[in-house]
């Protein structure tokens, strides 16, 4: 029975020795491809993503100046709100005093 063990530990490789074995060429062969593969599916979507940011930046410059288009707007429209209501009193306190004149006839 012990001639049976050392035959078997002469002929079966240690945990050690099949740690140092090199992968057959077909293993790296195949990762490299899968490796690159990812490679390229990253790099693909990081192109996408950077066209989609320029997007969105060109986007944004839009609104804004959309924004502040508006906001111009609303301010001159404002401006010819409030000098119209100041025609207005004004005509308003002239035809009281009108009023007001000619009561005290």
């Known amino acids: 029975m012990e001639a049976s063990k050392s035959t078997t ?5 240690s945990s050690t020795d099949l740690q140092l074995l090199p992968p ?3 293993f790296d062969s195949h ?12 790099q693909g979507a990081m192109e996408n993503m950077l066209k989609m ?11 804004t100046e959309e924004i502040e ?7 001159e429209k404002k401006k010819v709100l409030e000098e119209e209501k100041e025609h207005f009193e004004k005509a308003a306190y ?4 009108m009023l007001n004149n000619g009561n005290s006839r």
């Open 9 to 13: 530990a002469a002929t079966s490789p």
């Open 24 to 26: 057959p060429p077909e």
């Open 31 to 42: 990762l490299s491809s899968l490796i690159y593969g990812l490679s390229q599916q990253v």
């Open 53 to 63: 940011t320029n997007e969105v930046d060109q986007s944004s410059a839009e609104v």
């Open 69 to 75: 288009k508006c906001k111009d707007s609303t301010l």
């Open 94 to 97: 002239t035809v009281l005093d």
